[in-house]
C-alpha cells in the first residue's frame, strides 16, 4: 500500500497549535480526498483480468492524518513492478517492493490453475496453458503500474491542497 501522510510536518504541527481540532479536520479532509482520487486513478490504471485487483483498491485511515492507499492481494506488486528481467521498480517504491518481496509465492500448482482460469476467460485452450506459465516464469512478466502513476498523480495535487487547506485556516482565525 501507498502511505499518504502529511508532508512538511513542522508547518502542519504549527497550524495544529495554532487550531487545534479545526486544522484536524481540514487536512484530513484534504487527506481523504486525495486517497480517494489516488485508489480512483489506480483502478482505472490497473489491468483488467477478471476485476479482482481493481475492486481491491481501496484506501483506509491508519492514524488521523496518516491514509494508506492500495491492495492487499499478495500478487499486485508482481502486477505493478513485473517479474524476474522485466521488473521495474520506481526509486519512490522501492521499500514497498521490499516489503512485498517473496510474500506472493504460491506453489507451482496454484500458479498453472490461475492461468489455466485465465485461458478459459480468453478462449485460449487450457492445453496451453503450461505452456503460458513456464514462459512467463522463465521469460518474466512485464510491469503493469496502476499504483506508481496515481501515486505520482496524487503528489502533484497533495500539496497544493495542504497549503491551500492552511490558507483557509488562516483566512477563517486571522480574517484574512
Not at 487536512?27 to 483480468?49: G, H, L, R, S
Not at 491508519?62 to 494508506?68: F, I, P
Not at 504460491?106 to 490461475?114: E, R, T
Request: net charge positive.
Amino acid at each position: 500500500m501507498v502511505r499518504l501522510q502529511v508532508q512538511n510536518i513542522k508547518n502542519v504541527e504549527a497550524a495544529l497549535k495554532k487550531y487545534g481540532v479545526e486544522a484536524v479536520k481540514e487536512f484530513e479532509e484534504v487527506i481523504i480526498d486525495e486517497a480517494t482520487k489516488m485508489a480512483e486513478i489506480a483502478k482505472v490504471k490497473a489491468p483488467v483480468n477478471d476485476g479482482t485487483l481493481q475492486n481491491s483498491i481501496q484506501w483506509r485511515k491508519e492514524t488521523d492524518l496518516k491514509y494508506n492507499v492500495g491492495t492487499n492481494l499478495p500478487y499486485a506488486p508482481y502486477v505493478e513492478f513485473g517479474t524476474g528481467a522485466k521488473v521495474q521498480i520506481p526509486k519512490e517504491f522501492t521499500q514497498l517492493a521490499h516489503n512485498a518481496k517473496g510474500k506472493g509465492k504460491g506453489s507451482f500448482k496454484d500458479g498453472l490453475v490461475m492461468i489455466k482460469a485465465w485461458c478459459r476467460r480468453k478462449g485460449i485452450d487450457e492445453k496451453f496453458a503450461y505452456i503460458i506459465f513456464v514462459n512467463l516464469l522463465n521469460r518474466g512478466m512485464d510491469a503493469q503500474p496502476f499504483m506508481y502513476p496515481a501515486y505520482l498523480a496524487g503528489k502533484q495535487t497533495y500539496r497544493k491542497q495542504m497549503k491551500l487547506a492552511i490558507k483557509e485556516l488562516n483566512k477563517r482565525f486571522n480574517n484574512g
